[in-house]
């Protein structure tokens, strides 16, 4: 910095006084003047800078002095100064050079007064604008940074300005035009806290020269939160649409006023109505025959369920559910799903027939469900553990009604065989011709109808898994013959073919006749007696075991009561004592059978079996087995000749629920509640059951 005296302070001196007070460069150590009063000497006073009357003196004080301006036009004065100074190193500016650096420095003043109401200009333009604006130099340190740049990116502008914008904008994508020199435009970019923005980015160039970049961008969070819910409303639309329209179930929905909306092409196909048809047509336009379940439901508000009716042109039989659309708490409209009555009992067939494969398929108990501590029973499970962790055949004896079926299936799953099919058949239930060709398949062309391509049998069907051979004492010589090759060789020959077909089967046999006697009589095979009778295991009958009786009536009842829907608890000592002194001729099958008749005829408020429920148990039979009469039912039994079982246990349902409405003046939650059911169960059985107690 350099020192500066002043000579002269008159109106030129004190501006020129001013000028370099507000510079960095200079500093004015000292002023002269003869004039005490004079404009520049009051103003240093009152600066605290030193003045003088005689410039000798105050140069001689203010020792060292850079430069000394003489600014009172006074030339004789100026030569003093120059003679007095020629060999000092201080630099005399006479008061000529000194008006022109004054109007310099003025000139510059201005100059610098216009370019800062010029950037205040721009500053205000840049604050006002709604995009975000944002610069940086070659050094990567922010140079500019708008109030929309600071609010969509939540940083203050005297915090970020001349650092590096890394350190504030980490995903920040100027450095990258920095180095490329590109132009980049429309790119989507988040910041702040998940700020959507678009931004354009260029380089910013001083002729050739590239001085930095700029980022321009646009707050689109709101826009592309809208973008999306509109893509979602219409994704949503569309799946709706696709997933009607995918439906093998006939839909029609309908307007407030009724009018047809929309249907589904399964809707075309079953009523023979096409979109002009019924589109903006009323509801009862596709009805044949009864009434128009969506101007029902229009008018009540209540959902219908299973309305049976005709519609089409060909007079379609059809079951109808409709419910209303509901928005905002007001009826809009209404949805029908139409059932081709037809094809539902195409499907129940089909679903009986489905049934019936996956019970050949599968294997459903463990030795867990083996009910029973008695000790005959617990040697006959420690004999069926064993046999399951062998390959070996198994053969399973007892009576009918002890429980063969289940120890086969836990044998199944007890073995290594367990992920593997199960194959389950009753080789008394199946004729001798049909149950080769079911057990060992048949060729193209074995015999008449055979179906094209042959057919697998069971056998292979059961490969690496197990087989259980249900009534093995009932197959005629010539199944025998080609059971023990499959024992022996581990291989079949189809019927009608010559090729043999290798298995690997787990072979489970069972019979409740006397095979010994079967063997001396000539219609059982030895050799495929011994193969089968490789594992022995005799299931003792009930009446053997009378101790686990009160065991499997907690088992059944729990049972039971989920099929019949009640809530029993169990049998009294009476109940159980007259179930023990029993003979049991069909064993845990007729335990059970016996059960659930007297679960049927109990009132459905009791909980406990006792021995007025049972049937009466013929002494006679108790002592040599036998069963028992259709006439032993309880008192006030409701079976009346000709009535199923599921004819009876349906009637006293009814019954039940009838009353128990009656009882609660037709309150379902109540009724509910005091049948043990929930209230969905009991709609659903009200409707079943078509019972309606207001007429």
Known sequence: MKRVLLVGAGTGGSALFEVFIETE????????????????????????????????????????????????????????????LINDPATVIPSSVASIMFYLMEEKELLLDAVKEHNTIMDVILDSTHDGMIAIDLERRITLI????????????????????????????????LKTGKTETNRRQVIGENRQIITTR?????????????????????????????????????????????????????????????????????TGLDKKEVIGKPAYTDISEGESMHMRVLKTGNSVRGAKMKVGPNRKDVAVNVAPVIVDGKIKGSVGVIHDMSEIETLTDELEKAKQIIRTLEA?????????????????????????????????QGESGTGKELFAHAIHNASSRKFNKFIRVNCAAISETLLESELFGYEEGAFSGAKKGGKKGLFEEADRGSIFLDEIGEITPQIQAKLLRVLQEQEIVRVGGTKPVAIDVRVIAATNVNMEKRLESGEFRADLFYRLNRMPIYIPPLRSRAGDIPQLCDHLLLKLNQEYGRNVKG?????????????????????ENIIGRAMIHMHYLEQSITAAHLPQLNSDKTKG????????????????EGQTLQDVLEATEKQTIIEALLEHNGNKTKTAKALGLSLRSLYYKIDKLSINIEN
Request: proline share 4%.
């Open 146 to 177: 708008n109030r929309s740049a600071e609010k969509m990116s939540g940083l203050k502008r005297n915090d970020v300005l001349g650092k590096r914008i890394e350190e504030f904008m980490p995903t920040s994508k100027l450095p990258r035009v």
């Open 625 to 640: 087995g036998g069963d028992w009469t259709g006439d032993n039912f309880p008192a006030g039994s409701m079976r009346q």
């Open 202 to 270: 260029v380089p910013m160039f001083q002729g050739s020269r590239l001085i930095g970049a700029l980022g321009v961008f646009k707050d689109v969070t709101e826009i592309f939160h809208m973008a999306e819910e509109v893509t979602n409303l219409k994704s949503i639309r569309q799946m709706l649409e696709a997933i009607i329209n995918s439906s093998d179930d006939a839909i029609s929905v309908v307007d407030e006023e009724g009018k047809g909306l929309l249907i589904n092409p399964a809707y075309t196909r079953l």
């Open 364 to 396: 459903k108990y463990t030795f867990d469900d083996i009910i029973g501590n008695s000790e005959e029973l617990q040697v006959a499970i420690q004999q069926a553990k064993v046999a399951a962790a062998t390959p070996a055949t198994i053969l399973l």
């Open 571 to 591: 049998a009294d000592k009476e109940a159980i004592s007259m179930l023990q002194e029993y003979h049991w001729p069909g064993n845990v099958r007729e335990l």
């Open 25 to 84: 460069q200079f500093r004015v150590c000292g002023i002269v003047d003869k004039n005490e009063q004079a404009p520049g000497i009051i103003k240093a006073k009152k600066m605290n800078i030193p003045v003088f009357s005689s410039w000798k003196e105050a140069y001689e004080r203010l020792s060292p002095v850079d430069v000394v301006i003489e600014v009172t036009g006074d030339s004789s004065l100026l030569n003093e100064l120059r003679n007095y």
